[in-house]
């Protein structure tokens, strides 16, 4: 493997086509470069990557009920919740969602210090020598693409910065698959030498550098620095869904409404899904359909009706989340007044025209439990405008999003 070192001296053909600039192997000269040191880097991700994925895919279970309809359009053949994602216990996509985003932003500069690790041998020249190098390399390329993509989507999405011009929801997952597929190739053909060169511990091989500038730093400094940076991001973002901790989670700022009981996190105010006073006040209908008559009940009637409360979370998908005292009617009850009392799904719509998060598909399962409620209060007092006045939605470990505001009406549909 003294390949590249020979190459540069120059006396290959190869070496007279070598691009100027990064692919000059001398470029990189940092000491601290080692399998020992890229192997190590590699057995946190091997450990903690699998983690971020499995959450990653359970939130898109959590998301897609098995029926059509919620899913977005884009991924609606591809089924891959197997089950229906469950309401207990309710903190469960809280506890999914929260380690996913985590995981995922605390992994930032393992994986980047990751890839430094192995400039060298990105950049190598020539880029193929053989069949089985160039598939080597194509399995690379798309494991490097995938994993720098799901981790910008992912930080864009967190930061509410759609940039990009497609859907992140089907964008994060297809790259998911990109990500798993090359990076089981890369595990397979890595970890025997990964664990060779964690038994050897240190030593100088093919990734040390050409001409080596001086260190100033050692690799365990290195390992260290990268882990004190990984600690910092989990400390400034596990605040989000820790409600004692809020004030800590300074990289995930949110708008909070005013102090009070309805002071918690709101992603959506009313002024910015066009929510009018109007379209809330006292002309308010809550339409239940479904039935074989449309059902209407303002504000009044449904506080009439028997009431319920229970703690339950709204867990965003950005990671952040937070519990508070619901009260409401419960969905199962308002079913029996449409005249579905036991529905095959609800589909539920909001006051908001347009825009993905204007409705929610509910499972028999989501409208049937206890706790699922349409909230008119939280905290003892009606919702503010900015949680959804006149009334919401609030499902046990449902997805934050499809805790739907400013309900409009909802359908049930027969079985
Ligand atoms: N109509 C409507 N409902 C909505 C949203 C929205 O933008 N419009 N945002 C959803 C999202 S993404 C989340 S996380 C929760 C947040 O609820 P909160 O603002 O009361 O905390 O509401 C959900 N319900
Ligand atoms: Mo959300």
Redesign the pocket.
Known sequence: MHFGRRLDDGSSRWERVRPPGFGRSRVWRSPLRSTWLTSVLGMVLLVALPIVVLTGLLSYAAYGPRFGQAMPAETGWLRLPLFDWPTRPSWLFRLNQGVHVLLGLVLVPVVLAKLWSVIPKLVAWPPVTSPAKALERLSLLLLVGSVLFELVTGVLNVQYYYAFPFSFYTAHYWGAWVFIGSFAVHVALKLPAAVRALRRRGGEDDLAAVRPAAATLSRRGFLATVAGGAALIGLLTAGQTFDGARRTALLSPRYRDAPGPNG?????TAAA?GISAASTGPEWRLRLLGGAEPVELDRARLLALPQRTAELP?A???GWS?TQRWTGVPLAELARLAGVPDPASAHVR?L?TG?A??AATLHPGQVLDPDALLALRVNGVDLSA???FPA?VIVPALP???????VASISFRRR
């Open positions: 918690f996190q709101v992603n959506r899904a709204i965003c998908v950005e937070t909001s908001e825009g998060f204007a900015d949680h959804g919401r934050g999003v499809h805790n739907t505001k400013w």
